[in-house]
């Protein structure tokens, strides 16, 4: 269940900053294909993934585990 939050967490702030897969998944370097397994719950991201998405999508990494809320 914890993977399926990871990755609705990203989908939607991924969303939120106009990306599509391709395009984040490029500045990941991953392939789509591992980008989409982890937004849909069905691979785990790394630490070093979070934290890369984290500042591609230039938000807090706590933010993005969930940890604060948003606008703290």
Do not use: C, H, Y
Request: zero cysteines.
């Amino acid at each position: 269940m914890e993977n399926v939050r990871w990755g609705r967490r990203i989908r939607a702030f991924r969303r939120l900053k106009r990306l599509n897969q391709v395009e984040l998944a490029k500045e990941m370097e991953i392939s789509v294909s591992i980008l989409g397994q982890i937004e849909q719950g069905k691979r785990v991201p790394s630490e070093r993934q979070l934290e890369k998405i984290a500042s591609l999508l230039d938000i807090p990494l706590e933010e993005l585990k969930g940890e604060t809320k948003a606008g703290e």
